[in-house]
């Protein structure tokens, strides 16, 4: 992966400098637990009289001793890390890369330390502590930046080890709790104490090899989890949040309090289709076939994508329909457009889906689950298509007895990834929920939806002959008749008829909205008579808020890219995606439409329709309810009565 213009280089010497103490703490320290209990043993004993655990080497220059002292005490994660399994006096490939890339963590953790002190005061503070000089006025500074030191290098740590283990990652599951010896008092006790955890993790969850690298890949996911929450209310931490560093070898960034992820596309084995294959829904396919081309514009380089600065970026999208209208078929053609699109390209693209599998009765695993759903999909060095399928089930809806814990969990984690307060978009990815029931998604993770799609299936009879046609496949003799195959489809026709229909509400309650504005103020051709439209529909349905007009906005300026950038443009990368970012920029800007009054007034509608057929449903589905409860009790009475009787 190219280094990006704003990442600094964590140059290999300095990491390598840190080599000798990491290796000494990985060998062994003495450390008594602060804040957790100890539940295993110190170091593992000796298997036998004489014979030790490491190997000793003899040096081959005279007078130079480098064997290295075997500690007997302490915390030793060398000695621990070798005993699993029960240890042959031998390390194994596998257990000498765990200790290789607690070495490499370390060190690189404690060389981004060195960093942070260079960006900061620490430094100086240090060297005035250490010669007795540090001012009075300048002890509370010195505290709260020896406190984000051992954030920072407690972090980097964890994501280090995360990211270098992941490639030896296994199916085993290891659920290593909460991690509890987290200490701020410095950089170097900091490590000490999740070194001594570590090491109680590996004493009692490492009973294999397989176990081993699940220990420590759960340890350090859970230490980051733990320590960006502390992060979140520590001071003195902007210098190292503002900053990136990569370290080449690696290819390894630091990133804040974001977690590193290797840039590795995912292999898909899905049963793509193309465009022809989905009958009807002609707005959705249009949108997805759009969206398709334009995650493909993102500049790895400059880590965006013009249409993400220029507008009309769709980042999160909902696709709703009754049962089987298409909303698998829809994801299978927009994953396999944008995986056709990465393979000529040559870039990396990840496609995953949460489904509810994801849900796990483990308390905060739902939503660790959630999160690294999110953050596959996002690491800027891929591009990325995740789907949240059957969201209604998936995604607990707030107030609602129903929804587990589970659920309520990986709600909180959608709502504040799509639109949360640190959300950033790139535009190198985009995710998409769909549902048979979204009258049943919580209100406000709905409207963190950017675009909806209507997945409505087939509608007109050129609809319904075109599928039955596909789906009848080759093997009959059977004529088509007075009909010619497929041409219904053609996308831009049907979604230009598709648009025009939205000049006016189609459901009814906007319909009566809708009547009732235009007949006091006229036709909606300016700005005014627009917002008046859109108060008049908050007063019908509360639910309509500011994040709703933002959404609209944000489908007007999809509505001018109303264009595909050229097919030619994915089948010829040298036309456009290997061209620098300001190019791709000014090309597609080339292409911008205006912005109309047809289009703004058609969004409202879209969207407004859209949230009063939530809501008729979910009132229709509410009132059902109480009806069919009002019967049974009504009924239950009646029994009851003619049983005293």
Not at 37 to 45: C, H, L, R
Request: aromatic letters at 8%.
């Amino acid at each position: 992966m190219s280094q990006t213009h704003d990442q600094m280089e964590l140059r290999e010497e300095d990491v390598r400098a840190h080599y000798a103490p990491a290796l000494d703490l990985i060998d062994g320290f003495d450390h008594s637990p602060r804040i957790a209990t100890a539940s295993a043993s110190a170091a593992p004993a000796e298997r036998s009289s004489g014979v030790g655990t490491r190997r000793a080497f003899r040096s081959t220059t005279p007078g130079l001793a480098t064997r290295r002292v075997k500690r007997t005490e302490g915390v030793q994660l060398t000695t621990r890390v070798e005993a699993v399994e029960g240890g042959d006096g031998l390390t194994s490939p596998l257990q000498a890369t765990v200790l290789h890339t607690l070495r490499r963590a370390v060190a690189i953790a404690l060389a981004v330390a060195d960093q942070y002190a260079e960006r900061t005061a620490l430094k100086d503070l240090k060297r005035a502590n250490l010669e007795g000089s540090l001012p009075d006025g300048q002890k509370a500074a010195f505290s709260e930046l020896l406190t984000a030191e051992a954030l920072v290098t407690l972090y980097v740590f964890g994501s280090a080890t995360a990211y270098l283990l992941a490639a030896h990652a296994t199916e085993e599951t290891v659920e290593v709790g909460d991690i509890e010896e987290v200490l701020t008092d410095n950089g170097q006790l900091a490590l000490h104490g999740a070194l001594w955890e570590l090491d109680q993790d590996i004493a009692t969850h490492a009973s294999s090899e397989a176990k081993l690298i699940e220990t420590v890949l759960a340890f350090a996911e859970n230490l980051m989890e733990k320590v960006a929450g502390r992060a979140s209310t520590a001071g003195r931490l902007e210098p190292f949040v503002s900053a990136s560093w990569r370290v080449e070898a690696d290819d390894f960034v630091v990133d804040g309090f974001s977690p590193a992820s290797k840039s590795k596309g995912s292999t898909l084995t899905m049963t793509f289709k193309k465009p022809n294959e989905v009958v009807g829904n002609h707005i959705a396919k249009y949108q997805a076939m759009k969206l398709a081309k334009m995650v493909m514009a993102y500049d790895f380089d400059r880590r965006l994508n013009p249409f993400a600065e220029l507008g009309g970026f769709i980042f999160t999208f909902m696709g709703d329909g009754k049962p089987g209208t298409g909303k698998t078929t829809l994801i299978q053609m927009m994953a396999g457009l944008i995986n056709d699109y990465c393979q000529v390209a040559g870039y990396p693209f990840r496609y995953q889906n949460l489904s509810t599998d994801n849900i796990d009765s483990y308390q905060g695993k739902s939503g660790q689950n959630a999160k690294a759903f999110i953050n596959n999909v996002l690491d800027p060095g891929v591009i990325g298509f995740g789907t949240i399928d059957d969201i209604d089930q998936l995604a607990g809806k707030r107030g609602d007895r129903q929804s587990s814990a589970g659920q309520l969990e990986i709600t909180a984690v959608l709502m504040e990834s799509f639109a949360g307060a640190n959300t950033v978009v790139r535009g190198n990815c985009t995710f998409g929920m769909f549902s048979n029931y979204p009258e049943n998604v919580d209100d406000a993770l709905r409207q963190r939806a950017g675009a909806r799609f209507l997945v409505d299936g087939p509608q007109t009879r050129d609809d319904y002959i075109d599928i039955l046609y596909l789906l009848m496949g080759k093997n009959h003799d059977i004529p088509v008749g007075q009909h010619e195959v497929f041409s219904a489809q053609e996308i831009k026709k049907a979604v230009a008829a598709s648009f025009e229909s939205h000049a006016k509400p189609h459901e009814e309650g906007l319909m009566r909205v809708f009547d009732r504005v235009q007949s006091e103020i006229g036709d909606l051709d300016t700005i005014a008579k627009m917002g008046t439209y859109l108060k008049g529909i908050q007063e019908a349905d509360e639910r309509f808020t500011g994040r709703a007009i933002k959404n609209i906005t944000d489908a007007v300026k999809v509505r001018a890219m109303d264009f595909e950038l050229p097919d030619e443009w994915m089948e010829n990368p040298e036309l456009f995606l290997f061209k620098d970012y300001d190019a791709k920029r000014d090309m597609i800007a080339d292409l911008r439409q205006p912005i109309t009054t047809d289009m703004v007034i058609q969004e409202i509608n879209r969207y407004a329709d859209s949230e009063f057929r939530y809501a008729d449903k979910s009132d229709e589905v509410a009132i059902d309810a109480m009806v069919r409860d009002l019967g049974r009790q009504e009924e239950a009475k009646k029994r009851y009565l003619e049983g005293k009787g």
